[in-house]
Nanobody, 126 residues
């Protein structure tokens, strides 16, 4: 199982930016699926973005496309998500997820991922 440690998040005014980081154990950086999910109160987790770490494409939910950007630093074993033009509707708990298998088609069910971070709160106020 892969260990994930998230950081980032916080509170920001609408239109602002925040960044999330997810540090992973070594194996996932070469061959696996990683992604970010978010969860609204009383709702199930929904896929925000995902990438196959072995050079695959990055996929985004329509609601964040053009505003959120995934990037990876394989030396630091870290997945980043830059979030720009944030909206109050983006307010949620954000989770990093990873699995050693190749990514299925986006959006992936949260049930696919074997490893999860602890979650980090993002709050966007108007």
């Amino acid at each position: 199982q892969v260990e994930l440690v998230e950081s980032g998040g916080g509170s920001v005014e609408a239109g602002g930016s925040l960044g999330l980081s997810c540090v992973t154990s070594g194996y996932i950086r070469w061959n696996g699926c990683m992604g970010w999910f978010r969860q609204f109160p009383g709702k199930e987790r929904e896929a925000v973005a995902q990438v196959y770490t072995n050079g695959g494409n990055t996929y985004y939910a329509d609601s964040v496309k053009g505003r959120f950007t995934l990037s990876r630093d394989n030396v630091k074993n870290t997945l980043y998500m830059e979030m720009n033009s944030l909206k109050p509707d983006d307010t949620a708990m954000y989770f990093c997820a990873a699995d050693v298998r190749r990514c299925p088609n986006f959006p992936v069910s949260p049930k696919f991922f074997q490893s999860w971070g602890q979650g980090t709160q993002v709050t966007v106020f108007s």
